[in-house]
Each structure stands twice: as C-alpha cells, then as structure tokens.
C-alpha cells in the first residue's frame, strides 16, 4: 500500500487498485480507506487530521439514554440491510458503490466486517452502522438512520460492545457535527498512525463474538 503520508488537501492519497478483500483489509491496516473519487474510480484515503471516537469518551446525553431504551439493539443480523441503506442513492453526498457494498459484504462473510442495527420493538430496522475489525482497531465506515437517534443507539451499542472486546481504536474516517456531539475528535495523522499500529498488532477484539 502506498504512505498514508503522501497525502494531499483532501486527504487522497493514491487512485486505482483493486477492490479485493484482502487489498482493504492492507488499506485499514495501513491506515487508508477506499472511496470512489468519480464514478466507478476508487480513491485511497488518508485524511490529515484523522476522527477518532475515543472510547471512554462517548458522550450520550439523558435524551439518548431515554433512547436507547426504546429500540432493540442487534449484531450482525442484517448486514445485506444496513450497508444498502447506507448507500441509498437518494442520500446527499452517496459515495456507497455496488463494488464497495461487494466487498464489504465478502468481507462480512468472511468474519472482518460487522453490523450494528437499531430495531424498534415491531421487528422494524431502523438505524445501523457498519465497519472493519481488525485486532484492537475498528474502523467505522457508515451508518444511517430512520428515527430520531437510532443511527446514534447503534454507536452507544458498537462503544459498549469495542470496551468489553478490548478494542482500542475506534476509526470515524472525518469528523461531523454529528459525531462530534458524541465525542469525536480530530487527531494529527501521526498521532493516528503510532495509534493504529499498536491496535493492529493486539489480539482480535472479542465484541463481535457469539455469547457463550
């Protein structure tokens, strides 16, 4: 994989490549994520600062507790789902490909990639995330929402889940408003880097594994 620290303005590092499982899975481990530039040309990305969601510093506000006790929580029940959703085209700024959304869900058969999902009591789903785990890092790719705050029950959900997994690094790709509200910051990308590389090296994080 290319430096990450070849970077330019907007954080694109390199264009082309393939799209194969294991080229993503090198890219998160090098600290660069794939997104399309134009069209069907795929981007190597390495944003400069970086967002990161420290763990033990979610913030979750009374009004999101009340709802998180509102919607049932799940874990990889509804993958397919929750990454069409997030690659609706009908969403502003799309950037979900069918040959992202291909990759991922391999990668999610494969045991890499994990789902979030917020349901409602009905068995309707309505909000998730998706994202890669690979030894202590997790590394958000999207999320969307349907009702008020279940995009944000599934992130109180993945933080609860990566802290009882002894994950370390929780991936964000650019901080929003949105995120920033619960905690997210921006990092220097070294800082992200010595960071990445300590969270790669450690043993598979346990969040996603099946109860006992």
Known sequence: MPDPRSVDESGLVAIGADLEPGTVLASDRAGLFP???KSRTIGWWSPDPRGVLPLEGLRVSRSLRRS??????????????VIRACGDPRRPHGWI????????????????VHSVETW??????????????????F?????FSHRTDASKVALVALVERLLAGGTTLLDVQWTTDHLRSLGAVDIAQNTYLR?????????????FDPPP
Not at 97 to 103: M, P, R, T
Not at 120 to 137: D, F, I, S
Not at 195 to 207: G, N, R, W
């Open 35 to 37: 997104m399309p530039v």
């Open 68 to 81: 998180c006790q509102r919607y049932e929580v799940r874990v990889d029940t509804a993958f397919d789902a």
């Open 97 to 112: 490909s069918s040959e992202i959304i291909d990759v991922y869900t391999t990668l999610h058969r494969l045991g890499w």
């Open 120 to 137: 409602t009591p009905e068995g309707e789903l309505v909000g998730g995330l998706y994202g890669v785990a690979v030894g202590g890092l």
């Open 139 to 143: 590394a958000g790719e999207s999320m």
């Open 195 to 207: 960071l990445l590389a300590e969270a790669v090296t450690q043993p598979q994080t346990t969040a």
